[in-house]
T-cell receptor, first 115, second 113 residues
Framework: DAKTTQPPSMDCAEGRAANLPCNHS???????VYWYRQIHSQGPQYIIH???NNETNEMASLIITEDRKSSTLILPHATLRDTAVYYC????????????????FGQGTILTVHP | KAGVTQTPRYLIKTRGQQVTLSCSPI?????VSWYQQTPGQGLQFLFE???????NKGNFPGRFSGRQFSNSRSEMNVSTLELGDSALYLC????????????FGPGTRLLVL
């Protein structure tokens, strides 16, 4: 699976959009971009994933650049409860062998939402 | 639909003991993966089970083992506990082995004294 790079921390004002970047310059054509978040001491929570096109769900939007080398997770109206560590993960579409069931987590971005 | 459940939520053991943690996946999910999370190493993959078979294993010593039952419930066992095994142990389930989206449980926090 390709490696991802995220800023270690970001701040956002409550009610504003939070834009979390992720670089994955070595991504291959059959790899998805996944986003999870983890609120302190809880299990990671799935947010969204995408392959090529931009995606939106009730939690967030995912913008993937045309060359797929980077992406941005957008929380449109951040709240205090969105304070968490956000993980960007690249995952093979057709895993096999040593990739079965394995998500490779990096250090993530600590997002702090301020009142 | 109920989420992934893990029991117990908290556990205190002493060095040398062994421990068994349990995970019940989301109904209908057949794959269960286990992860260890520590402040120093972050989230690390332990192993994945699908249809009662281990499909993949991370880089952990043989003291860490697991199994999966016919109802997809899974257990992991750590024998001869060491202080460094203190961690949050997370279980995640997905519909099929290799299926993209894994859903995590709340974790079991293990403290080894």
């Amino acid at each position: 699976d390709a490696k991802t790079t995220q800023p270690p921390s970001m701040d956002c004002a409550e009610g504003r959009a939070a834009n979390l970047p992720c670089n994955h310059s070595t991504i291959s054509g059959n790899e998805y971009v996944y986003w999870y978040r983890q609120i302190h001491s809880q299990g990671p929570q799935y947010i969204i994933h995408g392959l090529k096109n931009n995606e939106t769900n009730e939690m967030a939007s995912l913008i993937i650049t045309e060359d797929r080398k980077s992406s941005t997770l957008i929380l449109p109206h951040a709240t205090l409860r969105d304070t968490a560590v956000y993980y960007c993960i690249v995952r093979d579409k057709d895993p096999g062998g040593t990739s079965y069931g394995k998500l490779t987590f990096g250090q993530g971005t600590i997002l702090t939402v301020h009142p | 639909k109920a989420g992934v459940t893990q029991t117990p939520r908290y556990l205190i053991k002493t060095r040398g003991q062994q421990v068994t943690l349990s995970c019940s996946p989301i109904s209908g999910h057949r794959s269960v993966s286990w992860y260890q999370q520590t402040p120093g190493q972050g989230l690390q993959f332990l192993f994945e089970y699908f249809s009662e078979t281990q499909r993949n294993k991370g880089n952990f010593p043989g003291r860490f083992s697991g199994r999966q039952f016919s109802n997809s419930r899974s257990e992991m066992n750590v024998s001869t506990l060491e202080l460094g095994d203190s961690a949050l142990y997370l279980c995640a389930s997905s519909l099929l082995s290799g299926e993209e989206t894994q859903y995590f449980g709340p974790g079991t926090r293990l403290l080894v004294l």
